[in-house]
Structures are given as C-alpha cells and as structure tokens.
Nanobody, 122 residues
Framework: QVQLVESGGGLVQAGGSLRLSCAAS????????MDWYRQAPGKQRDLVAT???????NYLDSVKGRFTISRDNAKNTVYLQMNSLKSEDTAVYYC????????????????WGQGTQVTVSS
C-alpha cells in the first residue's frame, strides 16, 4: 500500500506565503505524476498544479506566477510553494499521485492524501 501525508497548511494573512509538502511512503516502485488539488467549502475539487517525474509542470490559471510545484524523486515528496496568497486560495489542499508499486510495477494506481487546511485571512 501507499500513503500520502500532507503538511504545511495553516492560517496566513493575505499576501503571505506557505509551503505545503506531501510525502509518499509504502511499497513504491515509481511515482509517475504528482499533483495538488484544492476544495473550498461548497465547491468542486480543482486541480491546482501538476508535475511529471521529469519536472514538467502545469498550473491552474488563477495561481500562475504565485504558486510553484516541485518534487524530490529521491524522497518521493512533492511541494507547493504558495506566495502572494489571496482569500480565494482558502481551501483544503490535497496531494494526489499516480504510483507504481513493487507488487504491480507495470500498472499504476491513483492515491490521495488526507488533505491540509489553508486559510487566508483578508
């Protein structure tokens, strides 16, 4: 099995910064893509940023230029640096990854973390 554990959320004033981390553990053969999603109360879960194993990235338009996704393949960890935070960034942030395990190295499964709350006060 694979577990994803997020950390780094919290309360910050508008204009401030936070850095989220998500560490994957378990029987990991290879992690393909790693993503960050967010879900605000009463809203759908949106893809915020994604990064491939090779480092290619994509971002939600509203966070471009403010958020940066990165990953450390040796540590099976993905990060989300969030700068110039706005009240509309308030949400639960979830880590997501496509993972190949040693028991099934030719297949990948999708895993979610438990989420970490980010609250931006205006």
């Amino acid at each position: 099995q694979v577990q994803l554990v997020e950390s780094g959320g919290g309360l910050v004033q508008a204009g401030g910064s936070l850095r989220l981390s998500c560490a994957a553990s378990g029987s990991i053969f290879r992690i393909i893509s790693m993503d960050w999603y967010r879900q605000a109360p009463g809203k759908q879960r949106d893809l915020v940023a994604t990064i491939t194993r090779g480092g290619n990235t994509n971002y939600l338009d509203s966070v471009k230029g403010r958020f940066t996704i990165s990953r450390d393949n040796a540590k099976n960890t993905v990060y989300l640096q969030m700068n110039s935070l706005k009240s509309e960034d308030t949400a639960v942030y979830y880590c997501n990854a496509d993972v190949k395990t040693y028991s099934s190295p030719n297949l990948f499964r999708n895993y979610w973390g438990q989420g970490t709350q980010v609250t931006v006060s205006s």
